[in-house]
C-alpha cells in the first residue's frame, strides 16, 4: 500500500535538488525525483498516481532539464512548471532565497527565513 500522497508534489531532478526544497518547503509536499530522464512507462505510472494532486515540475535551467519539462508539458499537461533563474543553471545550487520566492510564487508555503537575501 502506497503512502498517503499530501495535495502538492514537486518533481524535481536529483537528490540534491530534492534535499534543498526539502529544507526551503514548510507544508507537507511529496518531493518526486527522476533522478535525470524518466521513461515513459514510469512518467505513467507517476500521472496515474497524481492525476488529482496539484503537481510542479522543478528542473534546472539546461538542456536536460529542459527535455525533461517537455516530455511532462506532452505527457502530463495539468503540471505548473516553475522555473528558476536561468543564470543559476541548477535547482541544487540556486541560492535559498531565489527558490522559496519561485516557490511561493506558486502558492506552496515556505520557510519564511528563507525569503531574507541573507
Not at 500500500?1 to 507544508?27: L, N, W
Not at 522543478?58 to 505527457?75: C, I, M, N, S
Request: proline fraction near 3%.
Amino acid at each position: 500500500m502506497d503512502e498517503a500522497i499530501p495535495e502538492k508534489v514537486i518533481i524535481v531532478e536529483g537528490t540534491s535538488d530534492k534535499r534543498k526544497v526539502m529544507a526551503i518547503v514548510s507544508e507537507p509536499v511529496k518531493i518526486i525525483c527522476t533522478n535525470g530522464t524518466i521513461s515513459l512507462t514510469k512518467l505513467d505510472e507517476l500521472i496515474e498516481k497524481l492525476f488529482d494532486k496539484d503537481v510542479f515540475i522543478l528542473v534546472d535551467a539546461d538542456d536536460a532539464g529542459e527535455k525533461l519539462r517537455k516530455q511532462f508539458k506532452r505527457e502530463f499537461p495539468e503540471a505548473e512548471h516553475l522555473y528558476i533563474d536561468r543564470m543559476y543553471r541548477e535547482v541544487a545550487t540556486a541560492p535559498e532565497y531565489h527558490l522559496a520566492s519561485v516557490l511561493l510564487s506558486a502558492n506552496i508555503d515556505v520557510n519564511m527565513e528563507y525569503l531574507d537575501r541573507g
